[in-house]
């Protein structure tokens, strides 16, 4: 301990003092014998703080954090979603990799960091990671995107991906008869076809047509029209017959063209008997 001119021994330590904040020092004097001949003393000549050393240390974060790109997604249409990579740290960041767990739909199509090639992000900086999602199958698919780095806390940072692949088509439903009963020469009835799409695109009718345009004709609802996902539209056909009225059923074929691929031509029968009136007289 050094002496000091006036015959004090004077040095340095961490004073632990109840009126000291935070991490301070004091500098202290020794004093032989001012409070008896036995009883050093110590003398606090100077207070200051001590500054205590950051630690420096990159942080990843990343926004979002997880994604779903919908349960509805059409196959072959591609979804992209953008990540952005922040180092929130007070040191470097180095991402060193970023890849997907699985061999899913799902494919990073930019941003991506290759392993051996490191991405350094400074302190408050950021990177954009683009995710598409193309389904090539129905139902639903899972993925995780990795991105590597050196944060001590979380050195593969996990993303949570899922996304759900669906047919989207046109799917055209209707009955396949429309019966008239029977009718009385001369007279008219008409009966309402409900043309249904049961599919997720919308249904495109192109075409209506009758093989019989004497006694059959389309009243309402022809072609064109179109008929969105789970609705349905009313056409509606008469029927006329001609004489003679000789209980014979006619019968016709109405033809519904549209854009359903797997039935582009429905053929729908009508039919019905005609009779005259005093057929339908009881005796």
Do not use: C, W
Not at 11 to 37: E, H, Y
Request: net charge negative; charged share 15%; glycine share 8%.
């Amino acid at each position: 301990m050094p002496y000091s001119p006036l015959g004090f021994f004077t040095g340095f330590a961490i004073a632990r003092f109840n009126d000291l904040k935070g991490s301070q020092a004091a500098q202290v004097a020794v004093i032989p014998g001012i409070l008896g001949p036995s009883i050093p003393s110590l003398l606090i000549t100077q207070v200051f703080a001590v500054q205590q050393a950051k630690s420096l240390r990159p942080v990843i974060a990343v926004e979002p954090p997880e994604h779903n790109y919908g349960d509805d997604v059409p196959l072959r249409t591609p979804v992209s979603q953008t990540f952005v990579v922040s180092n929130t740290g007070t040191a470097d960041l180095e991402i060193t990799e970023t890849r997907l767990d699985s061999t899913t739909d799902f494919v990073i199509d930019s941003g991506g960091v290759i392993s051996g090639t490191p991405l350094k992000l400074p302190p408050g900086a950021t990177h954009n990671i683009t995710v598409i999602f193309t389904p090539t199958i129905e139902g639903e698919q899972f993925a995780t995107l990795l991105i590597f780095s050196n944060d001590p806390d979380e050195p593969i940072f996990k993303i949570p991906l899922e996304g759900e692949g669906v047919e989207v088509a046109p799917t055209i439903e209707v009955d396949l008869t429309l019966d008239y009963e029977t009718v009385t020469v001369g007279s008219s009835r008409s009966r309402p076809l409900v043309v249904k799409n049961r599919g997720t695109a919308v249904l495109e009718v192109s075409a209506t047509s009758l093989s019989d345009l004497v006694q059959f004709a389309i009243v309402s609802g022809a072609a064109p029209f179109t008929v969105a996902p789970g609705e349905f539209h009313f056409l509606e056909a008469s029927f006329t017959p001609t004489p003679p009225g000789s209980d014979v059923l006619r019968t016709a074929d109405l033809v519904i063209g549209s854009n359903d691929q797997d039935q582009p031509i429905v053929n729908i029968r009508l039919e019905g008997i005609g009779s005259t009136p005093t057929q339908l007289k009881k005796p």
